[in-house]
């Protein structure tokens, strides 16, 4: 289940590529393709790693309060499907 | 602005790009799209295959559809396989099986990140080796057979929808099944010598209606490779973009190295450049101004005012063109039938565009197979059927 109150990163096997619109993630194992549609979310994702948590990685992002909620939900979509998981 | 308009105006890498190896081919299949049979003396060396690999990676083009002509012919094919593969690049290939004997069936059940296509034109020899020739669906299901013997998980199964075989949908559904292969569908194009058989083998009407009631009810798990988005029109949109994608998230690398537009588009006026040219693929990619005229959003022209304009966004280029109609009207499939009345409306003097660039053999393949003795040109398998995004979720 994604909690964004704990450490998270972008998964090893994910490779993300600089798109206009925000960037194309590939994940090696699943082989699947998926897009972040916009460049603060690219920003979010691969801010992952630097910050103690999801939340922490939203507001450096300047993610806007107004924002979060659907930033939240597209970050637990790529939860779900493997693209940022949980820091060890 | 939603996902597919920003991909109208182009990426920075192609999603779905389709590399043909060879035009050598074991088979001559009437309907193939790039007009294969004999080898291209031109064609890219190993080095050069490896260093468009290498550029690919660099690119982080994540895979490649692989085709041809028939791919397995290439001396080198397995090797390159593993060097795309250990590059970050995945790959599919297309075959029409012929090399897939146990131990290679065996081989490929063991390495990650590839995935093979069988092209198979009948469910049925009779209608299969009609198109594809004599001994081709012997081959095909050889090759199936072997790939499950050796636990290679879930081929895919590529058919080419003609007036002779949707009627057996069901019955390339169960031969998926018993395979424990994905069924693969797509859209029989008039390119290559698809051109002189199209007329004979293009689904009429009631067949498309007939296609596409069969994918809404039973196409889930049912690849298209995007291919049939000129069918949205009769209702529910079908899975994937819906856009054309020639040139923005699409191409094609034929096996002398030249980029066209899209795989079903081998002709000078959709050629942008060649790999071995001064900054390779990605200049191509980037900086061709073709592609940079493919990224301008469409007018839509004659169909603008069509209320299904939205969901077909005129049909397929590459059908248009290949039947001499103009690029800013209908698809001559378009589900309305403005297609039909523009083909019957092309004047005596409408000059169809044939492309130059022709591998057929001239002679019968050795074996005595010759072209399969039918009435309609001639034809075969490929690659590329590859569509844009097949599958993908956006």
Not at chain 2, 50 to 57: C, F, G, N, T
Request: proline residues 6%; glycine residues 10%.
């Amino acid at each position: 289940m994604f909690d964004p109150a704990r450490p998270h990163r972008c998964s090893p096997q994910v490779a993300v590529r600089p798109e206009p619109f925000g960037a194309l993630v590939y994940h090696f194992g699943t082989r699947k393709l998926s897009f972040l549609k916009t460049p603060q979310l690219v920003d979010v994702v691969s801010g992952l790693e630097q910050h103690p948590d999801v939340n922490a990685a939203l507001a450096a992002a300047g993610v806007e309060d107004g924002q979060r909620p659907a930033y939240l939900r597209a970050l637990a979509g790529l939860a779900a499907n493997g693209t940022i998981e949980e820091r060890p | 602005m939603k996902l597919v308009e920003h991909f109208q105006y182009g990426l920075n890498s192609p999603i779905c790009l389709t590399w043909e190896l060879t035009y050598a081919c074991n088979l001559a299949c009437v309907h193939c799209l790039s007009s294969s049979g004999r080898r291209d003396p031109r064609e890219l060396t190993t080095a050069e295959a490896k260093s468009v690999i290498d550029e690919l990676q660099r690119m982080q083009v994540f895979y490649v559809n692989i085709g041809g002509g028939e791919p397995t012919v290439r001396s080198d094919f397995w090797e390159l396989l593993d060097y795309a593969v250990s590059h970050d690049v995945g790959v599919k290939f297309s075959t029409n099986g012929i090399k897939l004997d146990k131990a290679r069936a065996a081989q490929l059940a063991a390495t990650d990140y590839v995935d093979v296509q069988i092209s198979l034109d009948g469910a049925t020899a009779e209608v299969n080796d009609h198109v594809r020739g004599p001994g081709s669906y012997a081959t095909a299901i050889r090759a199936l057979e072997n790939l499950a013997e050796a636990g290679f998980g879930q081929p895919k199964i590529s058919v080419v929808m003609t007036r002779q075989n949707v009627d057996q949908l069901d019955e390339f559904k169960a031969i998926a099944d018993k395979f424990g292969a994905q069924l693969r569908i797509t859209r029989l194009r008039p390119s290559g010598r698809g051109a002189d058989v199209w007329d004979e083998l293009h689904p009429t009407a009631a067949q498309q209606r007939q296609l596409y009631d069969w994918l809404v009810a039973r196409g889930d798990g049912v690849l298209t490779g995007d291919s049939f988005f000129h069918l949205s029109a009769y209702g529910e949109a079908l899975p994937g973009l819906n856009l054309c994608g020639a040139g923005r998230v699409v191409c094609l690398i034929d096996p002398v190295g030249d980029v066209y537009a899209c795989p079903f588009a081998i002709h000078e006026n959709f050629l942008a450049g060649n790999v071995r040219s001064p900054g390779g693929f990605q200049e191509v990619w980037r900086g061709s101004e073709l592609f940079a005229e493919l990224r301008q959003p469409q007018t839509g022209g004659a169909c603008r005012s069509c209320g299904f304009y939205d969901s077909c966004q005129g049909g397929c280029m590459a059908a248009k063109f290949f039947t001499g109609l103009p690029l800013d009207g209908p698809d001559p499939e378009c589900v309305r039938g403005f297609g039909e009345q523009a083909l019957a409306a092309r004047g005596t003097d409408t000059v169809i565009p044939k492309s130059d660039v022709d591998h057929s053999r001239r002679t019968a393949p050795r074996g005595g197979r010759g072209p399969v003795p039918v009435t309609i040109g001639m034809r075969p398998d490929r690659a590329c059927d590859e569509s844009p995004l097949a599958g993908l979720q956006v």
